[in-house]
């Protein structure tokens, strides 16, 4: 079975901090995606990744950026938070060109006070 | 305008019922349409998907697409409490995949 981890469930942090979401896989796959999901506005994607050290911007990237130095981790900075970023966030992964199966995480609970 | 569009909801039906879920795109360049489920306090699952038009069934799920009118639409046969979650629809635009906002489903026992 695929899995894919986060590093928290829930996370708690104040306005200006510095913020890093982990996000593993362990089934070698070449793509990685971070999301965030709101009420009312489903997922919108941050950020995704085709490759080590490869990344693309994707619909809302703005306040956000990522990391990816090992294939099986994909991690997402915010480097000043702000309560606007008050969010679930969702890490998937996936194979090939096919994009159309991902495998999400459990995702985080982010609450920026 | 938002790429997929999502009827929002919330769905409350009778064990048995039929449920059915609708989502509108905006490109008809798009060509695969994908339905996740979502479980509560947990990350979406791939359903199924459909390529192009027509009618895809697994089990009690039916997934259809009519691209005549951009419409994408999910059935439910004989519904179980255990269907009770949210249902996202999504397509493939750019290698990239576009949700809809999610429909909430809850199937009374």
């Known amino acids: 079975d695929v899995k894919v981890t986060q590093s928290s469930r829930y996370l708690v942090k104040r306005t200006g901090e510095k913020v890093f979401l982990e996000c593993v896989q362990d089934?070698?796959?070449?793509?990685m995606f971070w999301y965030r999901q709101d009420p009312g506005l489903g997922l919108r994607l941050i950020y995704f990744?085709?490759?080590?050290?490869?990344?693309e911007k994707g619909d809302i990237p703005e306040g956000y950026s990522v990391s990816r130095e090992k294939k099986e981790r994909f991690s997402l900075i915010l480097e000043s938070a702000s309560t606007n970023q008050t969010s679930m966030y969702l890490c998937?992964?996936?194979?090939?060109?096919?994009?159309?199966?991902?495998?999400f995480g459990p995702g985080t609970r982010l609450t920026v006070l | 305008q938002k790429e997929v569009e999502q009827d929002p909801g919330p769905l409350s039906v009778p064990e048995g019922a039929i449920v059915s879920l609708n989502c509108t795109y905006s490109?008809?360049?798009?060509?695969?349409f994908m339905w996740y489920r979502q479980y509560s306090r947990k990350g979406p699952e791939l359903l199924m998907y459909?390529?192009?038009?027509g009618n895809k069934e697994d089990g009690r799920f039916t997934a259809q697409v009519d691209k005549s009118s951009k419409y994408i639409s999910l059935f439910i046969r004989d519904s179980q409490p255990s269907d009770s979650a949210t249902y996202l629809c999504?397509?493939?635009?750019?290698?990239?995949?576009?949700f809809g906002a999610g429909t909430t489903v809850t199937v009374r026992a």
């Open positions: 998937a992964s996936g194979t090939g060109t096919a994009f159309l199966e991902q495998f």
């Open positions: 089934m070698d796959h070449e793509n």
């Open positions: 990744s085709y490759d080590v050290k490869m990344k």
């Open positions: 490109n008809s360049a798009f060509q695969y």
């Open positions: 459909t390529y192009s038009s």
């Open positions: 999504a397509t493939v635009n750019d290698y990239k995949l576009s």
